[in-house]
């Protein structure tokens, strides 16, 4: 955004009159211009050109925004129904994001929003500090801050109504929004504004796209042809895996091939020397994008008490139901060798197999309860967001004083497809039969209830003011000061049947098919308080420099459910560490001349650990996301629990412990150097250099970097009985430590450009970030347990973490404004390309293709790019008159799929792309009617 046109943001709507406003990054209200932080501000205008359908597809479409989550990653649960924001892929737990200044209750026990809480048709525009802010806002504000500006002071009726369709089948959406203001603050004394809006996303199944409809898909590399081989054990009819009393490695392979001699329909033959079994081509069954549904109301209030206080109340109250499905339950089951099934299904092909049947020490039953239907997981979050108070001027000092009580209920059930264990046993079903035989059989024991309930709940009370204290030659001194005080409230209550047996419930004995059981409640919450200063000084007409400091202090969280390592509630207690900090941050402002702008900062930051990082009990974390070889061999006696080349079973906890060895807050270094110059009256560019590097950091160890070293972490490997199976099983512990350090660095721009042409008003905006770094260090053992450090960089490159940081991510929009009615607005999405996921004949998941067009014996690896991404819309809009406006609109205009991936984990189980970096829509049409009264 240009000098000149920042200064539009001081005026409010229907106002002639310049007046001080507070704009995000500092404390100071002052006439806005272009200030010593970078701040991009999103207009509604800008709202209006881009097309988007909700708060997420605004903001996670900005070229400053990496690593969030997306509603993709909800489809195996990953994402649990959230989409929320990361500033330059440093993570939503950084990421700060405000409600009107104002904090909102996160989803977590941590500090991070759930965007789909925030209705879009109530934001007047979204203001996005790309720069550490924690010695304003306090910790958490580490990579930056989201602040969305609601709309204020409206008289008119409004109406909006948008559908929205992909040109193939599947994943049609629509919206329409109402709100109506009744007062003018500054003529009437009061405003009062009511807004609803309600919004629909159809889903979109992997079946219904070429691209991912089979794990099977067939790719061209270096000129050779090759076949994905993305499917899964767990298959129907069953498979069996059998571990052996002398220690050979175990053995798996389908009854129903040895019987057939071919594999059953949606299934496919490993026949490699330890799997001799057909695997579940699951990629079909998933979904690309869930079904969702949100409804939004938001009310506000404004009334002068005299002519310098103004009395104002808000009110969110916002419901998102997204519905998302993945593959049929997959379910290991202990196969007794006394068993009926045994003896009929393995015991016939044991001398086949050439395997001593004296020699057999277990069996388990590789099952996919393909006739219960897909794992379906509803998501229910329902946001209630409050605040209260009054702001005003006395003398030379604007103040505010504020309440805010923010609530966030965040429901999981089941949904179909997760079958009740205790019902299931009841049930006559072979699992060794066809499928499509069973499914009315299943359904008494498929389930339809509550999964977990997670509820979160901030009270803030927070008095700031600011004003002019001092005169220098250059201009007047202007400080702000502040205080607040914060309580954060935290719970999780899981299903019995969730949990599962434990202490607790001890007569309980019903666990979920498809989901393994051990979750327990959880209960904690943390006070805190902290107070800031910031001072902006005019060292000379041209210099400005600002300096900032805050001091925060938060108690060691009090939890209210402690368990011991036999998962028995023992009762309540203070856990992990009290922590304070300051921290601190310098700025400069300059002006060599005017159409040149200077600016920079330097700054500290601290973040405490979230609540549930302190208080978690160790429980279940599901499974690992890719495949990996057993990762402890014979003689260890843990390896009979071995089940070969699959995912294996996680879990994880907090660290409670306090003193030295608990967890201490992380700490974070920034700065930002800026310039922007107008060469032109009508041409704005400007450059932002930042770098943030982060110590301390409470990170779980990744599963990539501990099943690549199996050795160095020995000792999170161990052998639990799981009732959900009815057996023991191999699990990892990924646990909580200050182990890590990171670091990012990046270049953003934002340019625009302005010109009257024979045709209309011509403007061009042209925004993005250059990534120069993305790495975490973390510190571990080799396999002869001498310590070492491993930094792992997501630079243009799949991680050890799953995650990708594009190196370009930019946007450039054309629009071109005629003298009659129509608007029409040209964008170019582009995201650079990076090296795919690299792939090891071990990973069993890409096999060459022969030249009949069979698939070749065993495994390749590979090792790939996976292309860039340059996508186009267009939009055009007929403001038909002050009433009446139409837009019409196309995105992805000629129709380009989403880069191919070989990618085997991280994200959802979509097959073929990484859905977190590209939509699978295709070419979409959309159209909006608006009314304005």
């Known amino acids: 955004m240009g000098l000149a046109a920042q200064s539009a943001l001081a005026q409010e709507a229907g106002s002639d009159t310049i007046q001080r406003v507070e704009i995000t990054g500092s404390s100071i209200k002052r006439i806005a211009k272009e200030g010593s932080v970078p701040v991009q501000v999103i207009t509604s205008a800008d709202i209006a050109k881009s097309g988007a359908k909700n708060v997420e597809d605004l903001v996670q479409a900005l070229p400053a925004m990496q690593g969030f989550l997306t509603s993709a990653d909800s ?41 789909a809480s925030i209705p879009l048709a109530a934001v007047e525009r979204v203001e996005v500090l790309t720069d550490g802010a924690s010695a304003l806002y306090g910790a958490d504000a580490i990579a930056g801050v989201v602040n969305f500006v609601l709309k204020k002071n409206q008289q008119d009726f409004n109406i ?146 005299n002519s310098d206080t103004t009395a104002f109340a808000e009110l969110v109250d916002s419901k998102f139901t997204q519905t998302s499905r993945f593959a049929p339950a997959a379910q290991a089951l202990a196969l007794p060798l006394t068993d009926p099934k045994y003896a009929g299904n393995v015991a016939p092909y044991l001398a086949q197999l050439g395997i001593d049947p004296a020699n057999v020490k277990k069996a388990t039953m590789n099952l996919r309860l393909v006739d219960a239907g897909g794992r379906s997981e509803e998501y229910i979050s329902k946001a209630l967001h409050f605040a209260g108070g009054i702001e005003g001027r006395f003398k030379d000092f604007d103040y505010t004083a504020s309440y805010v009580h923010s609530e966030n209920t965040r429901t999981a059930n089941y949904n179909g497809g997760f079958l009740s264990r205790d019902k299931y046993k009841t049930l006559a079903f072979d699992p060794f039969g066809p ?81 393994a059981p051990g979750a327990l409640p959880i209960d904690g919450s943390r006070k805190s308080w902290g107070t800031f200063a910031e001072f902006l000084v005019p060292v000379i007409k041209n210099l400005d420099v600002t300096a900032a400091v805050r001091y925060d202090s938060y108690d060691a969280v009090k939890s209210n459910m402690v368990y011991d390592l036999d998962s028995k509630l023992i009762g309540s207690a203070t856990q992990g560490n009290d922590a304070s900090k300051s921290t601190y941050k310098l700025s400069f402002r300059y002006n060599p001349i005017n159409t040149v702008l200077l600016r920079g900062s330097y700054g500290t930051g601290f973040k405490v650990a979230n609540l549930d990082d302190i208080i978690s009990p160790v429980t279940d974390a599901g499974v690992t996301s890719g495949k ?160 070492t450090s491993t930094t792992e960089s997501s630079l243009g490159r799949f991680d050890s973490y799953n995650n990708v940081t594009a190196r370009v991510i930019s946007r450039i929009a054309v629009s071109l404004k005629t003298p009659g009615m129509f608007t029409h607005t040209l964008t170019l999405n582009y ?61 992805n205009l000629f129709d380009k799929d989403p880069s191919f991936s070989n990618r085997i984990a991280g994200g959802g189980n979509q097959v073929g792309y990484d859905g977190r970096y590209n939509s699978p829509l295709g070419r979409t049409f959309y159209v909006t009617a608006a009314a304005k009264f």
């Open 75 to 115: 489809v195996n649960g990953g994402g649990g129904g959230v989409q929320n924001a990361s500033i330059h892929s440093i993570g939503a737990g950084y990421t700060l994001v405000l409600l009107n200044g104002r904090r909102m209750a996160p989803y977590t026990a941590g500090s991070a929003v759930n965007l």
């Open 160 to 305: 909006e109504g948008t559908y929205t369709s992909p040109e193939k089948e599947g994943a049609r959406s629509s919206n329409f929004a109402l709100s109506k203001g009744f007062g003018d603050l500054e003529k009437d004394g009061f405003n009062v504004l009511a807004s609803y809006s309600h919004d629909e996303q159809k889903e979109l199944n992997a079946s219904q796209r070429d691209f991912a409809k089979t794990g099977l898909v067939r790719f061209d590399h270096d000129g050779k042809p090759y076949s994905l081989y993305q499917l899964a054990i767990n298959t129907s009819p069953a498979s069996v895996t059998l571990n052996f009393k002398d220690g050979k490695d175990p053995l798996t392979f389908s009854p129903n091939y040895l019987k057939d001699g071919k594999c059953a329909p949606n299934t496919a033959y490993i026949g490699s020397a330890t799997d001799k079994s057909c695997w579940f081509d699951y990629s079909g069954t998933v979904q690309l994008i869930p079904k969702s549904k949100r409804d939004s109301f938001f009310v506000s209030g404004r009334a002068k008490i």
């Open 435 to 515: 499928a499509g035989t069973s499914a009315a059989l299943l359904a008494p024991a498929v389930l339809h209830e509550r999964d977990t309930e997670t509820k979160t709940k901030l009270d803030i009370l927070s008095v700031r003011a600011s004003g002019e204290v001092y005169q220098l030659p250059a201009g007047a001194v202007q400080v702000g000061v502040g205080a607040d005080t914060t309580k954060q409230q935290y719970s999780q209550s899981p299903s019995s049947i969730t949990q599962g047996p434990n202490p607790q419930q001890p007569n309980w004995t019903d666990t979920p098919l498809g989901s």
């Open 628 to 787: 990996y070889a057993c990762p402890v061999k014979a003689p260890d006696p843990r390896a009979a629990d071995c089940a070969g080349t699959t995912q294996y079973a996680l879990t994880s906890g907090g660290n409670s412990v306090k003193g030295a060895n608990g967890l201490k807050p992380e700490e974070s270094k920034q700065y930002t150097l800026g310039i922007r110059f107008e060469p032109l009256n009508a041409l704005s560019l400007g450059f932002d250099l930042w770098n943030v590097k982060m110590n301390n950091q409470i990170v779980a160890l990744s599963e990539g970097l501990v099943f690549g070293n199996p050795g160095g972490y020995n000792s999170l490997f161990s052998t639990v009985y799981d009732a959900g199976i009815g057996a023991n099983k191999l699990v990892t512990l990924l646990p909580n430590f200050n182990l890590g350090s990171s670091r990012y660095k990046g270049i953003d721009w934002d340019h625009s450009y302005r010109l009257k042409t024979g045709y209309g008003n011509l403007s061009l905006s042209w925004t993005g970030t250059y990534m120069l770094k993305s790495e975490k260090t973390l510190p571990g053992t080799d396999d002869k347990g001498n310590a």
């Open 831 to 891: 995201r650079s390309g990076y090296h795919d996921q690299v792939l090891t004949a071990d990973d069993g998941a890409v096999k060459a293709v022969n030249p009949d067009g069979t698939l070749a014996a065993g495994f390749v690896g590979m090792e790939r790019d996976v292309s860039s991404a340059a996508i186009y819309d267009w939009q055009t809009r007929a403001d038909i008159n002050k009433t009446y406006s139409v837009t019409a609109g196309i995105k």
